[in-house]
């Protein structure tokens, strides 16, 4: 094997593992998809750092290295990503791609979503089911639906736009609080209370969160503790836009 092999075979390598990274895979699996990657096309070792906004590979053949470093690019969270790149891995180890096929799969690649109104219908009644859980009367469920279907189309608006996610949380936040609010206010419901706790909760970083534990807990402090920190200001920015629209309209929780 010749050093351009080489060279490409830690490019296409370190490009599955920066991919995974980036849209949302944990730690463990990103450092486990791209050693493996290296190791399918003939590479005695792959070593990778992982850090919150970089990564760092070295593939090994025959007592020659070849380093390379990516820095991430966050996309957001897209499992149809991550499994798609766990396909071409599977596929590159059992022969099916070579090295150029597998290159092509990784950059023809793009992220599959749901439209944007399906979002919106499900987002609605799924948090309206929440406010009927915690005990919200019918127009409390109602309510509940119409804000997070109108904070779902805010929040969309704003991605689409490139807002920082830290604006997006807290603006949606303060739209769809204050719709339950003003429900509040104009006596719609006896609940705006539950209403107002209910429709935020799309906005709960789940996610990043499972995801923060899951790197502490198998040794990748570094980019746990970021996703951590990232999990936490989104928190505290839609509390941030909570509590503004309650300051707004007067209510606090009833």
């Given at each position: 094997?010749?050093?351009?092999?080489?060279?490409?075979?830690?490019?296409?390598?370190?490009?599955?593992?920066?991919?995974?990274?980036?849209?949302?895979?944990?730690?463990?699996?990103?450092?486990?998809?791209?050693?493996?990657?290296?190791?399918?096309?003939?590479?005695?070792?792959?070593?990778?750092?992982?850090?919150?906004?970089?990564?760092?590979?070295?593939?090994?053949?025959?007592?020659?290295?070849?380093?390379?470093?990516?820095?991430?690019?966050?996309?957001?969270?897209?499992?149809?990503?991550?499994?798609?790149?766990?396909?071409?891995?599977?596929?590159?180890?059992?022969?099916?791609?070579?090295?150029?096929?597998?290159?092509?799969?990784?950059?023809?690649?793009?992220?599959?979503?749901?439209?944007?109104?399906?979002?919106?219908?499900?987002?609605?009644?799924?948090?309206?089911?929440?406010?009927?859980?915690?005990?919200?009367?019918?127009?409390?469920?109602?309510?509940?639906?119409?804000?997070?279907?109108?904070?779902?189309?805010?929040?969309?608006?704003?991605?689409?736009?490139?807002?920082?996610?830290?604006?997006?949380?807290?603006?949606?936040?303060?739209?769809?609080?204050?719709?339950?609010?003003?429900?509040?206010?104009?006596?719609?419901t006896q609940t705006p209370e539950i209403a107002s706790a209910a429709c935020v909760l799309m906005l709960v970083p789940g996610f990043p969160m499972i995801n923060a534990v899951a790197?502490?807990?198998?040794?990748?402090?570094?980019?746990?503790?970021?996703?951590?920190?990232?999990?936490?200001?989104?928190?505290?920015?839609?509390?941030?836009?909570?509590?503004?629209?309650?300051?707004?309209?007067?209510?606090?929780?009833?």
């Amino acid at each position: 094997m010749d050093v351009q092999t080489q060279n490409e075979i830690t490019r296409v390598a370190v490009r599955a593992a920066q991919q995974m990274l980036a849209w949302g895979a944990e730690s463990d699996l990103v450092e486990d998809i791209g050693q493996r990657m290296g190791r399918a096309f003939g590479m005695d070792s792959v070593e990778l750092s992982i850090s919150a906004n970089a990564l760092v590979m070295t593939t090994l053949f025959e007592g020659r290295c070849v380093t390379t470093t990516r820095r991430l690019r966050e996309h957001g969270l897209n499992m149809h990503m991550v499994c798609e790149i766990q396909r071409i891995c599977v596929q590159s180890e059992k022969g099916i791609l070579d090295l150029a096929a597998a290159s092509r799969r990784l950059k023809r690649l793009t992220p599959w979503t749901w439209n944007r109104w399906a979002v919106v219908a499900i987002i609605g009644p799924s948090c309206a089911a929440f406010a009927h859980f915690f005990g919200a009367d019918l127009a409390g469920c109602l309510i509940t639906a119409l804000a997070a279907s109108v904070g779902m189309v805010v929040r969309q608006s704003l991605a689409r736009r490139h807002f920082n996610v830290l604006i997006n949380w807290a603006v949606t936040a303060f739209i769809a609080t204050l719709v339950t609010r003003i429900g509040g206010l104009v006596e719609w419901t006896q609940t705006p209370e539950i209403a107002s706790a209910a429709c935020v909760l799309m906005l709960v970083p789940g996610f990043p969160m499972i995801n923060a534990v899951a790197d502490m807990v198998k040794g990748h402090y570094n980019v746990g503790i970021a996703r951590w920190g990232q999990a936490t200001l989104m928190t505290i920015s839609a509390a941030i836009g909570i509590t503004l629209a309650m300051q707004l309209t007067g209510l606090g929780w009833l």
